[in-house]
Structure formats: structure tokens, C-alpha cells
């Protein structure tokens, strides 16, 4: 069921969108092989590519991180409700069709202050009859909004999954700390926190390149050791670090990623490598390759 942010004019969102400067959403969509992207993106991309070859591994794995754990949160804790903040634009297995697959009945919100983001966020709200999502125009610094919508959808008096993946990297300073303990401070107990973070803490050479082509851009991408990491958990009051802990995103609670799309060998080749991306199978990854961490805590 659409939010209030869905009703904006069509042309007002095209005036938001400045196809002139790559957007960190975008970048993410040229990685998972989306189509809502432009050249400028592609570029930024191709920087990335360039400064660090098997990066796309640290996005690929990052998504696959947030299937695992609302997998497991779903399976394990019977969790039925979500708030997806820094949603990107819509891919496969976005979180409502994650958990509905698992618990029919699931309420996602979603919520992104991109407007590219909001012009396809129809596809977002594609939800199974028995369950709900919403979408919602917000900032994360802005809390006290995103909360006062969300309730809209979630019921606050039973437990919810705060998703905060691939997003804290571009929020600065003790800004990302006091944002996650306010959100995190509304849940009620037995709710969950899920965080992905890229690090420099793993191969610091490979993401200092990827880091560099990026603030070139303009992008703000704060680089936060495993110890900052953990700080928005040990932080936030009530909050427990769930098994494993803050790690690399392919060792936290690994299983097998999905294959990749099948493709004739021939016309892969005469694919460029941004594009060639979306084919490659990334179960060869190896620690070398990761700079992203995964963690899930648990309100007591």
C-alpha cells in the first residue's frame, strides 16, 4: 500500500534528479546489474572497477548478506516486520519478498530520500495479499519523521528489524551514532538491528582506491574500523551483538550465494566489464576480496 510519498508530481521528481553527479544508490544499481542508473553512475563505477578489479565482490556479498540475515531473523525469531532505511532502488530480493516468501503476512517499510529511488518505488511495494510495505521520503537524519511514518505500517508494540545496510559509510562523524540510537531506542524488545559497513580494516590498500574515486565525486565515505562498527551496538542501550560478532559479510552466517543468471559464453565476451559483473558467480570469494562488514544485534 503506497505512502503519501508516492503521490508527488512525476514532474517534481525529475526537477530532484540531477543526472549530472553520480549517487552512491545508483553506483549500487550499475553493481547489481540494474538498469536505474546513467552514465555518470556508470562511470563512478568503472572508477571503483578500476581501482580495485574484483570489487564488485564487496556489493554482491553485501546483498547477500541482507538475504541471510532476514532469512535468518525471519526462520529463527519469526520476525514479521522491518525497516528498511537507505532501501536503494528496488533489485531481486528486495526484503518484503525475502521475509513474505518465509512469513506471508510481513510488513516492510522502506525509506530513501532519493528521487530516483522514489520514482521506482512502485516496485517496492509489490507486496503478497497477506502482507504489507510502504514507502517513505526521509532523510535517516531525520528520525523523528521516519518513525512517525513508519508507524503508520509497523506496530511498535511488537518486534521490529531496523536494516541499516551499505549505509552508515556515508553518514559522518558521531551524526551515524546518535541517528542508530535513537531509531534503535523505539524498538521494543526482541526487535533486531541489522548493519553492513565498509572497512579499511581488511585490505586497506584495495578500499583506499575505491575510497578515493569516490570523494572525488563528491560522496562522503567514512571508512570505520571493526571497534567503530561495534560501537552502534555497545552503544545503543539495549542492544546485544548477536553470533558471530561484527565480520567480514561472507563469514557471517555463510551458505552458498545464489547462481548467477546463465549466459552464452560468446555474447559474454562482448560484454564490458561493468556489465560483465552481473554474470559472475561470486562463491569464488575469497578474504582478499572483502571490505564490508555484517553484524545483527538483538533488543533485549
Avoid: C
Wanted: glycine residues 4%; charged residues 30%.
Amino acid at each position: 500500500m503506497p505512502g503519501d510519498a508516492l503521490s508527488q508530481d512525476p514532474a517534481e521528481l525529475r526537477r530532484r534528479i540531477d543526472t549530472t553527479k553520480a549517487h552512491p544508490a545508483r553506483v549500487y544499481d550499475v553493481f547489481l546489474g540494474g538498469k536505474d542508473n546513467y552514465p555518470v553512475d556508470r562511470a563512478a563505477a568503472a572508477a571503483a572497477l578500476s581501482a580495485n578489479p574484483r570489487g564488485y565482490l564487496d556489493v554482491r556479498h553485501n546483498r547477500d548478506f541482507l538475504r541471510r540475515a532476514v532469512t535468518q531473523l525471519a526462520t529463527e525469531y519469526g520476525i514479521r516486520q522491518y525497516l528498511d532505511i537507505g532501501t536503494g532502488l528496488p533489485t531481486a530480493e528486495n526484503v518484503h519478498q525475502i521475509a513474505q516468501r518465509i512469513i506471508p503476512e510481513s510488513r516492510v517499510v522502506y525509506v530513501d530520500h532519493d528521487p530516483v529511488v522514489l520514482a521506482h518505488a512502485r516496485a517496492l511495494l509489490t507486496s503478497g495479499p497477506e502482507g504489507r510495505t510502504d514507502y517513505i521520503d526521509a532523510d535517516l537524519r531525520n528520525p523523528e519523521q521516519i518513525l512517525e511514518q513508519a508507524r503508520k505500517t509497523l506496530d511498535f508494540d511488537e518486534p521490529i528489524a531496523l536494516v541499516l545496510v551499505a549505509l552508515l559509510h556515508f553518514v559522518e562523524d558521531e551524526d551515524a551514532y546518535s541517528v542508530v540510537r535513537e531509531l534503535a531506542e523505539m524498538l521494543p524488545s526482541g526487535s533486531h538491528l541489522v548493519i553492513s559497513h565498509i572497512t579499511e580494516d581488511l585490505n586497506p590498500e584495495k578500499i583506499r582506491a575505491v575510497q578515493r574515486t569516490y570523494t572525488e565525486r563528491g560522496f562522503t565515505f567514512v571508512l570505520r574500523s571493526k571497534e567503530e562498527v561495534e560501537r552502534f551496538f555497545t552503544e545503543t542501550p539495549g542492544i546485544e551483538l548477536e553470533e558471530p560478532g561484527v565480520v567480514p559479510v561472507h563469514h557471517w552466517l555463510p551458505s552458498p550465494a545464489p547462481a548467477p543468471e546463465a549466459v552464452d559464453a560468446a555474447y559474454f565476451e562482448t560484454l564490458d566489464d561493468i556489465e560483465k559483473i552481473h554474470y559472475r558467480d561470486i562463491n569464488d570469494v575469497t578474504d582478499a576480496d572483502i571490505n564490508v562488514y555484517g553484524a545483527v544485534g538483538r533488543k533485549a
